[in-house]
């Protein structure tokens, strides 16, 4: 059974550090794409951070380019979010995602098929 878990949402101070984690069980990340959404309430889902194509190349929303980085560590099934000098603008439920089809262009939810069941990030002094 395809699953993924996140780990590492909390609370944090303007200006701090937090890494999301995401391990996959069922499949293995080398031939999927993944991605890190973010969702506050009335809000859409919006994402934040994607690799949808083989090359391995990343996209980020403006809003977190230069302070977040995904990564993925391929022996342990499990990629990352990497999030430094947090905003209170930053909060929100995180979800991490993944689909077996990649070369899509776009970081959008509706192109992922299954997804984590959410962390909460709260920035906030």
């Known amino acids: 059974q395809l699953q993924l878990e996140e780990s590492g949402g909390g609370l944090v101070q303007p200006g701090g550090s937090l890494r999301l984690s995401c391990a996959a069980s069922?499949?293995?990340?080398?031939?999927?794409?993944i991605g890190w959404f973010r969702q506050v309430p009335g809000v859409e889902r919006e994402g934040v951070s994607c690799?949808?194509?083989?090359?391995?190349?990343?996209s980020y929303a403006d809003s977190v380019k230069g302070r977040f980085a995904i990564s993925i560590d391929y022996a342990k099934n499990t990629f990352y979010l990497q999030m430094n000098s947090l905003e209170p603008e930053d909060t929100g439920v995180y979800y991490c995602?993944?689909?077996?089809?990649?070369?899509?262009?776009?970081?959008?939810?509706?192109?992922?098929?299954?997804w984590g069941q959410g962390t909460q990030v709260t920035v906030s002094s």
């Open positions: 690799i949808t194509k083989s090359d391995g190349s990343t």
């Open positions: 069922g499949f293995t990340l080398d031939r999927y794409a």
């Open positions: 995602a993944a689909d077996p089809f990649r070369g899509f262009d776009l970081c959008v939810a509706p192109n992922f098929g299954h």
